[in-house]
Each structure stands twice: as structure tokens, then as C-alpha cells.
């Protein structure tokens, strides 16, 4: 069996070349080999290819950089996964799509389920929302995994960049009012290696296609998260010139972005976890785990 991964080159493309490897043959596509923002591109690596599965982990993820970018934004979250889904319908092939917590508002105080209202407050959640509609109206055979707060120690992210910031800066300011849960990249490679395991095991038939949370157990504020980091990294022997203690809290409002995001994101995983027979970590855990793993390829003081 051949799974396509396409955005191989990203954090959560690069653990699913990992976990996706026990489950079939692999083929790792890049954006030079599969451009989302190419329909003749995409088109041209999933019939050479024909996989059975295809996970897509490509998108645009410049949040803020999206709203000067709406139409290049669109056509890599929005048309090129509705391309993505033609070619799959086309081969009877199972689609495995991601998208994001941002396609909600954010108003809400308990977490969101995946039949809950959507209004994305930026380019990023509308073009995202975009493409979750162009997979479900054109694959039968589909998974949107929505989740929230991506991190891990291949790529760029929120963890990566409090690491070198305490370790570079004498005074660090963090966003205190937003509320979500950091995921893993690998523990959303994991979970996807979960499903298709199950999917191949079922032939697909009976397999519960549709859009489900992935998302780690628990929440916390981008202050409060980078707090634990900072604690994990001194735990770990790294210096830093801002101590975790150190951190000051503030609000949206005293750090202005040009994207909108959700003051409050978290996920209600329990469609997920029941259906898949899933448990999900505590967040806490895959952050001290690729900080740990961050830690021993920096130098000690």
C-alpha cells in the first residue's frame, strides 16, 4: 500500500514520514514535488504516485502574514485541498486532511465539538475553513483532524521560539488571555498512524470517516506554557538570561497582531477518543519531551 504525504518538509509532515512507515511505502512530497498553490502540481504528483492513502500536512501557516496574502493563503488552504480531494475521490483513496482551532471564534468558555458553529476571526481560519469544505464536498473517503497549537522540535513554533528568546533576551512579554492546548507534531503523527492502522486493518469498509478534535489533554495561556518551558530548560541545564519567573503576563490588547486570534481555543476530543478507542497525554508531556530532546543538542554553560 502507498501513502502520499504531502508538506513533508513541515513539523507535522516530518513525524509522519515516522509513523506512517510501519503502515505501508511512504512517499515524502515536498512542495517542490506537490505545490498546494498548484492544481497541475497536485494533480501531477497524486497520478504518478496513485496512492491509497494521502495525509495532508501542507498548508499555510503564516497567520499573520495570511492577511497580506489572502489569495495565496486561499489557494494552498482553501483550492489546493479540494483538489486534493478529486484526485483521492478519483482513486477511491482515503484523504486525511488537517486543519485548525482557528476556524472558531473563540467566544466559547467550554471546548469546542466538531459540530459547533464556525466563524474564523482571520484570512488564516477562513481559508482553512475553506479547505475543510472543499475535502468533505469532494471525498467520500475523508479525515479532517482539527488541532490546536502545533509544536515540536523539527520546524518552527511558539516552543522553539521562547527557547532562544530566554536564552537571547533580558526581558520577555507573553500573552496571558489566551487559552488552548499545546499539541504535539508527533503525537498528531501518532494519532494519525492510530487511524490508519485501523482504516487498513477494515479494508475502509465500516470506518468512520468525518472531522474530528486532536488535540492534548488539558489547557494553559501562551504564558503559561511558556513558563514550563522555561522551568524544563533551566531543569535541563540551559542557560537563560530571562528566568521563567521572570516572564511578564499581558494582554491581547498590549500586543497587537494584524490576524485576529481565538481568546479561547480548546478542543473537545471525546468523538475522537471514543470512536478510535484513544487516550490523549496531558499536554505538559510532549513539551517536556522535546524540550528535553532541544536540550541535549544545546551547548551548557
Known amino acids: 500500500m502507498r501513502i ?35 492544481p497541475d502540481s497536485i494533480r501531477a504528483a497524486m497520478r504518478a504516485v496513485q496512492p491509497a492513502i494521502v495525509v495532508n500536512a501542507a498548508a499555510y501557516t503564516a497567520v499573520d502574514k495570511a492577511e497580506q496574502e489572502p489569495q495565496l493563503a486561499a489557494r494552498i488552504n482553501g483550492d489546493g485541498p479540494g483538489v486534493l480531494a478529486g484526485e483521492a475521490q478519483a482513486l477511491g483513496a ?49 479525515l479532517i483532524l482539527r488541532t490546536s ?64 478534535h486532536l488535540a492534548a489533554a488539558g489547557r494553559t495561556s501562551w ?17 537563560l538570561k530571562v528566568q521563567p519567573e521572570a516572564i511578564k503576563p499581558i494582554s491581547t490588547a498590549e500586543y497587537p497582531l494584524p490576524a485576529r486570534r481565538p481568546a479561547y481555543s480548546c478542543l473537545d476530543t471525546s468523538k475522537l477518543r471514543e470512536t478510535f478507542g484513544l487516550t490523549l497525554p496531558p499536554w505538559e508531556r510532549g513539551v517536556a519531551q522535546v524540550v528535553r530532546l532541544l536540550a541535549s543538542v544545546m551547548p551548557k554553560p
Not at 504531502?6 to 510501519?22: K, M
Not at 522555561?230 to 542557560?239: F, M, N, T, V, W
Open 223 to 239: 504564558a503559561d506554557y511558556a513558563g514550563l518551558i522555561g522551568r524544563l530548560a533551566r531543569d535541563a541545564g540551559i542557560a
Open 4 to 38: 502520499l504525504i504531502t508538506g513533508a518538509g513541515g513539523q507535522v509532515g516530518y513525524e509522519l514520514q515516522r509513523s506512517l512507515a510501519v503502515l505501508g511505502e511512504v512517499v515524502a512530497a515536498d512542495r517542490a514535488r506537490c505545490d498546494l498553490a498548484d
Open 94 to 142: 482515503l484523504l486525511v486532511h488537517y486543519s485548525t482551532d482557528y476556524v472558531f471564534d473563540g467566544t466559547q468558555s467550554a471546548p469546542y465539538v466538531e459540530t459547533d458553529p464556525t466563524d474564523p476571526g482571520s484570512v488564516y481560519g477562513r481559508t482553512k475553513l475553506a479547505g475543510e469544505q472543499a475535502v468533505r464536498g469532494g471525498a467520500d473517503r475523508h
Open 149 to 212: 497549537w502545533v509544536y515540536g522540535a523539527y520546524g518552527a513554533n511558539f516552543l522553539k521560539t521562547m527557547l532562544r528568546l530566554m536564552r537571547e533576551r533580558e526581558a520577555l512579554s507573553v500573552v496571558a488571555d489566551q487559552v488552548g492546548a499545546p499539541t504535539g507534531s508527533a503525537l498528531i503523527a501518532d494519532v494519525t498512524a492510530h487511524l490508519l492502522a485501523q482504516y487498513v486493518e477494515r479494508a475502509g469498509e465500516g470506518f468512520a470517516y468525518g472531522t474530528y
